[in-house]
């Protein structure tokens, strides 16, 4: 009798550890969720892009107007005005917003590209067309420059072109015609 007293309680024993388990793992799981959901907006200055690029142009020769200006931006309110087309950097522009659920997919698009977040300074060419990336969220800073078309930080250059494609290709219901948000992005946006 003894023996099989025993064995319950070493069942019940065995149970409570692993119902202990799964709560832990649960708990886990939601911490890493929050943890994720941190990676969230900084409202403490609205007026800024959460996300931008701009391009500055190259030197050109006499007579050439090189395009520049801003790219596509993303607002915390979730505002996004982008470029109608890569031909009317500076001049062409749609505004429309984006939806709670476009904001949040943003947001979790940011972290699977992990060196994003971990950009700094840049590398320019002189006289030579660049583009400025800022990212601005609640516990992150990005502000990073890239010669275009420059190879010398080839996964860089990647993870921002997917970033500016992303950005490109979110479809924005209502988009209608605006003009330039910014000339050139002030040095506190991103500090």
């Not at 001049?91 to 659920?101: F, H, P």
């Not at 947001?107 to 660049?130: C, M, N």
């Not at 996964?155 to 003009?179: F, K, V, W």
């Amino acid at each position: 009798m003894t023996s099989e007293r025993s064995k319950r309680e070493i069942r019940r024993y065995l149970l409570c550890c692993s119902i202990c388990c799964l709560w832990l793992s649960a708990c886990s799981r939601q911490q890493e969720a929050s943890q994720t959901r941190e990676l969230a907006v900084d409202l403490s200055r609205p007026d800024v892009p959460l996300v931008m690029f701009h391009r500055y142009p190259f030197y050109p020769p006499p007579g050439v107007e090189p395009p520049c200006g801003p790219v596509v931006g993303v607002w915390p309110d979730g505002r996004i005005v982008r470029v109608a087309s890569e031909e009317t950097i500076g001049e062409s522009y749609v505004e429309g917003k984006l939806t709670a659920e476009q904001l949040q997919q943003l947001l979790q698009f940011i972290p699977t590209h992990e060196r994003l977040l971990k950009l700094e300074g840049g590398e320019v060419i002189e006289d030579a067309a660049s583009e400025h990336l800022g990212i601005r969220l609640k516990k992150h800073r990005v502000s990073y420059g890239e010669t275009v078309g420059h190879d010398a930080q080839v996964q860089h250059n990647a993870d921002m072109a997917q970033l500016r494609q992303y950005l490109m290709s979110i479809e924005i219901t209502e988009p209608r015609p605006c003009g330039p948000p910014w000339s050139v992005p002030p040095d506190d946006w991103y500090e």
